[in-house]
């Protein structure tokens, strides 16, 4: 019988199959009706997830290639759960960010997999296999339906993440041929007392991280993001920074912080001075850009960077328990909230592109005057990922710097710089948008239409939901945050 998450994990494969048989007529259609299917799934599996209960739950595992120790296992805790959530909310938001022929929206389904698979694989092959299987519909996806540029960006991010993956398999046999498994469970109940020992351990540390860092990505691993953020379609562009960046923290907390604690603990001040580039370096780069893609691509790393200050923070210099438990909710809750907000931001630039067929802070300017829903609606998306209080983006930045500062305070306090060269940004940003005279080739700009304002308010009362009462979210991985809180204690 098949299980819930491989239910989960399939619909997106069948709604693919069923678009490459179909007609194209009705394409996003048929996509969509296939995310509402999956989205009942992710909800049965909310349904008969205990939030009490910790480790692994509604695990599904069968015989699949013993010789080299290749198991179907699949399980959720906690922020698997989040991040099944995560990706069941920005893929069909997605979908209805544009319009999309019949191959986009295959693609997209199989890339949906790909990600709820990442999401809930237990062991290193089938999760690697969902790993890689995410980066091809997005390669895809940039190269063919990508604007200016596209070649090169998508050449740029195959190689990047490419190259990243082959070190981290390299790393992993290289820990199989150690331990004869490659369990994720298995491995993490080794890693607290040494996984591997050795240049062995760090060869394959470095490997692991290589890969993840790409991922994320982490200063200075980030340099293919820009390109791939500006000439992606929309859609695919609030996929990628919404969900795909997430599969590099998410690896962290999975696969590299417990099973190298003692090797993090050793260059702990190195990671953390990585996390502080991302956080400072990166707004800086969104100040200078003129491009909104380039400019909210920066500042996505610049958010990252945040999760990845609370990871470091934790595991390279031991604190209270109550810290490291700020410290973990604060990068989950980031995660999902970042998604969330990131993936609206890039939705209003494509709609400003489609309005005026630029996408230059340049060139607009009094938009105030004729479309005040649109800026209004796109400021509280501007002030959610600025942190305002109120709003979904302050919960996460809150634990994760009272954390860090109890843990790494001098690293933390550099870190703040970001804070405010990020405010600057946006704000530069508003002004240029928003205020001043509007020039005449804005004069007919068009207001929000009625089925962009059906998906945009409930994505923005979600925001206000979360900063006001975020008891909701936290209530879903509470219990995994305090048993990994225990682990790196």
């Keep these: 019988m098949v299980g819930l998450i491989t239910a989960l994990i399939v619909i997106p494969l069948v709604g693919a199959f069923a678009l490459f048989i179909g007609r194209s007529r009705n394409a996003r259609a048929i996509a969509l009706l296939f995310n509402a299917v999956a989205a009942s799934y992710a909800f049965m599996l909310w349904r008969n997830f205990d939030t009490n209960a ?9 015989a699949w290639i013993p010789a080299i120790g290749a198991e179907y296992l699949v399980g959720m805790d906690g922020l698997s759960l989040l991040l ?51 980066l091809i519909p997005a390669f895809l996806l940039i190269k063919i339906w990508g604007g200016e540029n596209r070649d090169r960006a998508a050449t740029k991010f195959f190689l990047y993440t490419f190259l990243g993956s082959v070190a981290m398999l390299l790393s992993f046999l290289g820990i199989y041929f150690a331990k004869g498994t490659f369990d994720f469970a298995a491995l993490a109940a080794l890693g607290k007392h040494g ?18 860092a790409v991922k994320v990505p982490l200063f200075p691993f980030h340099t293919w993001l820009p390109d791939a953020y500006e000439s992606a379609p929309t859609g695919v562009s609030m996929v990628l920074t919404g969900v795909l960046s997430k599969m590099g923290v998410y690896g962290f907390v999975r696969l590299l912080l417990p099973l190298f604690p003692n090797e993090i603990k050793v260059i702990g001040p190195w990671l953390l001075t990585l996390a502080i580039c ?10 200078a850009q003129s491009d909104l893609k380039r400019m909210f691509a920066y500042l996505s790393v610049n958010h990252l960077g945040y999760c ?52 230059g802070i340049n060139d607009f300017g009094g938009l105030m005057q004729c479309t005040p829903l649109l ?32 843990m790494a305070a001098s690293f933390t306090a550099v870190a703040v710089i970001g804070l405010l060269v990020t405010a600057i940004t946006f704000m530069r940003a508003m002004q240029s948008l928003f205020s001043g005279p509007l020039p005449e080739s804005c004069r007919a700009f068009p207001e929000l239409r009625r089925n962009e304002k059906l998906l945009i308010v409930p994505v923005t009362l979600l925001m206000f ?20 809180a225990r682990l790196f204690a």
């Design 465 to 484: 939901a979360i900063g006001i009462a975020p008891q909701f979210v936290f209530n879903i991985f509470n219990t995994t945050v305090i048993q990994m």
């Design 375 to 406: 800026c209004g609606w796109m400021s509280v998306a501007m002030f959610s990922s600025l942190g305002l209080p109120g709003l979904n983006g302050f919960i996460g930045e809150f634990l994760i710097f009272k954390a860090s500062f109890a």
């Design 308 to 359: 990845m200050l609370g990871l470091f923070a934790v595991t390279a210099r031991a604190g209270p328990l109550i810290d490291t438990q700020a410290a973990l909710s604060g990068v989950f809750i980031q995660i999902f909230n970042h998604g969330i907000t990131a993936a609206a931001l890039f939705y209003y630039v494509g709609l400003l592109e489609q309005r005026r067929g630029m996408r």
């Design 278 to 287: 991302s956080i400072v370096f990166a707004p800086l780069a969104a100040w």
């Design 84 to 134: 099944v959530f995560l990706t069941s909310l920005v893929i069909p938001f997605a979908f209805l960010a544009q319009r999309m022929d019949r191959g986009f929206c295959a693609l997209m389904l199989i890339m949906q997999s790909a990600l709820y698979g990442t999401f809930t694989a237990q062991n290193f092959v089938l999760w690697f296999l969902f790993y890689e299987m995410s």
């Design 54 to 62: 910790a480790g692994l739950q509604l695990v599904e595992r069968h």
């Design 195 to 212: 996984l591997v020992t050795g240049k062995l351990a760090w060869f394959a540390f470095a490997g692991i991280f290589l890969g993840l």
